[in-house]
């Protein structure tokens, strides 16, 4: 079955996505960028397009998520998916998934005020234009991100099964063995398995996979994930700031204001304000 890794972009769920891999897809937890493709992006147009489903159409697209997820749970094991969806049921028919195929979700949180100026740089736009996006889109054409605070909202349905583990991205940062080891922790119990922990591998994790070291890899062999800068036809660098991305220092009290407003009882229910 599924376990979601659910996120609004730039929250942090590479960084998450990259941890578990090195640790459940490598023998040594030594981390390289081949091993985050064990966990596949949902939705993805490669997966539709192996059961023939029109992936230009995207009632068809939707129509189709829970066949596709079907074909995950065939294979005898936890699969993991990446997803920047929020939980919805278009037109009360196609839920995007349920709980006969999702084993449970952990999702991940990042502090609006410093995702806006990520997402602002890797989509190539302005900060206004990311603020706007954030507060008032539903999606991005294949996948329907809704607000940040509607993606947010939407997953914690999975809390009332007791299959839901919400990770705020400054704790993974500044706490990140003790966060990891919650992480490992809960996939074993949403999987009836006795966890036992691999200390030499879970080194390996936290060591070849801090942001430095991402940032280094980044800019050696390139990272498939980064966008190209379409006036220049230059990738842009996927791994920027990372946890040197201070709000209090770059963002514009406007659009500071104006996210904390439409975000208000999110970002005090997280502690953010």
Sequence with gaps: MI?????????????LRSMLAAYLFSNDGNYFFGLIKNIKQFPHGGLFMKLGVDIKDH???IKNYLR???????????QFLKTHSYLFNFNKQN????FTNSLGVIYIVRDPRNVVSSFAKF????IENAAEFMIKSAGDGFTWTN?????????????????YLLVKY???IQNREIVFLEILKFIYKLNNTKFELDKKKFDNVIKTTSFDAMQKLEKKVGFGEATVDEKTGK????????PKNNWKESLNSKIRFRLEKAFKKEMEELGYL
Excluded at 235 to 242: E, K, T, V
């Design 3 to 15: 376990v979601w890794l659910a996120s609004y972009p730039k929250s942090g769920n590479t960084l």
């Design 59 to 61: 009632n068809e697209t």
């Design 68 to 78: 596709v997820q079907e074909t995950f749970n065939k294979k005898n094991a936890v």
């Design 95 to 98: 839920p995007f998934t349920n």
């Design 123 to 126: 989509r190539n736009t302005t």
């Design 147 to 163: 607000t940040w605070s509607d993606n947010f909202k939407s997953w914690k349905i999975f809390k009332q099964y007791q299959k």
């Design 170 to 172: 400054e704790d993974l």
């Design 235 to 242: 990738r842009i660098p996927f791994f920027n700031l990372g």
